[in-house]
């Protein structure tokens, strides 16, 4: 959740849409980008893995720190060897710019059921995460169910707001993923921030890429955040760590998410995702820590 | 939270109190145990620490899961040089056992603000804990404020029902906590489950032991199982998974201590943890993951 909101105050005018010219790009780039060739990883050796931060996925030039997961977890589960990351959790060092980078994957424990893979990725001399991960199969439901929840009650798609990128704000990021605000919280883009620690909407990725639980892993963290919603004088928030709960795998088609901050003490705040497959079943959970640097 | 509940059915005879004899035994053993000396490290080489898991602080042989973490933080906040965990998550990988440990560190960066620390316990030649952490100061409340819940209403510890420990349910380590549950939840011990996930009680350690930022490590991890009053067939609730975030020290006193879970899916729980101290301040916010076999 490396979004930086910059002065002067976002206004409607920096998000309006230039008809045509996006949805342009995306089509020239759609043939050589998308989440997964994005995100891929290379076997270099002895637990490691090459890879590639691309451009494209940044907020202002830094990386979004839920594509930066997405890499180092999908180095983690070719090191694990199993289908899902269960549990992942991401320490954010330094912020990651476009460029190679290297995963370094050590397998702490191979058990009947999950693995457990511990790893750091690194650019440019730079640690940019150090994550910790178990992975296992969530393809099957098992056991009692019980759930005291419900998804985010969203218009369709089409009646929210699409969040279309800029050089700002919102940031270039946002031309690889397809957010749809609720109407309610999008005012945050225009400087008409709702005044709750609130932000609901739909997920997907462009070009009707389908979604397995690594793109998870970049959904947690791809809604601006929550205290942009809040009149707090916040003008980012770096996330210091960032843990996601991913509990089945998605149905094809769009998520609602929604991400919800209850304390804001101490210079820190927690954000709380929840993202719902299409078909009403919840498939991860998250929670980050993030710092509230004053604007 | 690896705690197991044996059939038959735990009733109120299991969790009789005999008089006397438990306080006697505390008051002997308050001279030579405590939670700070029960956690303690010792230096033993580069990043090594020499440790000792210490007996009463189990559920059925197996070390308390907070417990286990609290020593470990304690190795890696001396590694990290810095007061206050501000959050650490620990992959649990094999139940520990009365007997030394070795706590094993490694630190990944040392910020202006904040040392990031990896670190694994072993024991007996197995791997219990694969942990990562991220350690600052907490001491001195700054940035904006704001706090969108409330701390658990409680009756006064006295009005509420003391957990006494015994061989099976509750665990022995509940002579090493002072338990206070709230009246509604209190049923989970006695065979009359409140039906609802969730768990509310005042945490504090035994003679008055003050509680710093490592004992919020141990309180989250203190109270029986959200599961174990909602009418689920489940046993235990082997953690997976457990993150704590600190966001102040606790003034002395009792803690307010609130679990819940929204989530019973695919074969796992979250139980997601808020702990507040005396003054109404949240000091310390936590999920873990578990796992629910079939009791």
Redesign the interface.
Known sequence: MLWRRFRPEPTATVVRREPGSATKLRRVLSTVVGFASDTAVRADGEGRYATQIRPGWDVVGNANGGYLLSVAVRALREAAERPDP??V?A?Y??PGRPGPATVTTEV??R?RT?T?V?G?MDAAGK?LL???G?FGD?ST?????????APPDLPPPDACSAVEPTDTFPPPFMGRVDLRLHPDDAGLASGAPSGE?RVRGWFRLRDSELIDTIGLVLAVDAFPPTAFN?R???AWTPT??L?A?V??RPAPGWLRCAFT????????L?EDGEIWDDTG??VA?S?Q?AL?P?G
Chains 1, 2 share one sequence.
């Open positions: 269960v549990t959790t320490h060092l330094s702490v424990k058990g999950f457990t511990a750091s640690r150090q994550v910790l178990t969530v439901p098992m056991g009692p169910e019980r759930v005291e929840a620690l809040a707090l004088p916040v210091v760590e843990t709960h509990r089945a901050t209850r304390f804001v003490t101490g210079g820190f927690e079943r919840l959970q929670r820590l509230i004053r």
